[in-house]
């Protein structure tokens, strides 16, 4: 375990050495993070302005609260692993990874929270200035605040471990493009993205119910806005450990069929 603590906190400061080496690629990915939900929150305002004010149970200031949390709890759980992986085992750059007593996944963890812990500084701010520009109404109580905590915490295990585990499709295929847009869509759509789940068809919010999405984004946005009640976060909460729980069964299965199957295909 000490072993561990040092080799975090030696991943954290080479981590935020090389981001602050390469500042503009940082921006654009922070460009990336702020522009998509503030679309959606500028078209979902405008259309419940023209609408009287509401679309089913969503006003213009419920919409703003949507978005901007939204646009935090994206940023605090998304992880880019899908577009590295493939270059790795391609490339061969996974070989001096597993030389190391230390299992990779442990990089990857240390790299995307010393992102997100880095540019934190900048996300809050832009969401108080998005907040001051369309005044959102939350109806957000203590124990939802206290409740968003694990939220978040496991929203991000689940979206982390399921997205290693796809990206371990390398293993076996040397492009993952087709997975990794086929995975984008459904995240789009089944995690709230788009629009709030709510005001999605009945078979969607099943689906939605039923796969990962929802737990990973829309469950912890709905909770921090106020739209559940206590029964429906305990619920969301016994539903996020229990996908965290078959996460990790399966990035071990899928990681231990792989390795076997590895074989460096680059210089």
Do not use: C
């Amino acid at each position: 375990m000490h072993g561990l603590i040092e080799y975090y906190g030696a991943q954290f400061r080479n981590t935020i050495a090389l981001q602050l080496q390469y500042r503009v690629s940082l921006v654009i990915w922070l460009l990336g993070s702020v522009l998509q939900p503030v679309i959606y929150l500028v078209v979902w305002t405008t259309v419940a302005a023209s609408g009287g004010g509401t679309v089913g149970e969503f006003t213009a200031g419920d919409f703003a609260a949507y978005f901007i949390v939204l646009m935090l709890v994206d940023h605090l759980t998304f992880s880019w692993i899908f577009y590295e992986f493939e270059y790795r085992v391609r490339q061969g750059n996974l070989s001096p990874l597993l030389l190391r007593p230390i299992h990779p996944i442990h990089k990857d963890i240390a790299e995307n929270l010393t992102y997100k812990l880095l540019t934190s500084a900048i996300m809050l701010p832009t969401a108080g200035a998005l907040a001051l520009a369309f005044r959102p109404t939350f109806a957000t109580e203590p124990w939802m605040l206290a409740a968003l905590i694990p939220a978040l915490l496991l929203g991000f295990g689940v979206r982390f471990l399921i997205e290693w585990t796809l990206a371990l499709a390398a293993f076996w295929t040397t492009r993952v493009a087709a997975l990794n847009e086929l995975y984008f869509v459904g995240m789009l759509f089944l995690s709230g993205q788009v629009a709030p789940l709510a005001l999605l068809p009945a078979p969607v919010r099943l689906v939605a119910d039923l796969l990962p999405f929802r737990w990973m984004v829309a469950f912890p946005v709905e909770l921090a806005i106020g739209r559940l009640t206590p029964a429906e976060a305990l619920r969301g909460l016994g539903t996020q450990f229990v996908w965290l729980l078959l996460s990790l069964v399966l990035v071990a299965l899928v990681w231990r069929a792989g390795v076997r199957r590895y074989s460096a295909v680059g210089a």
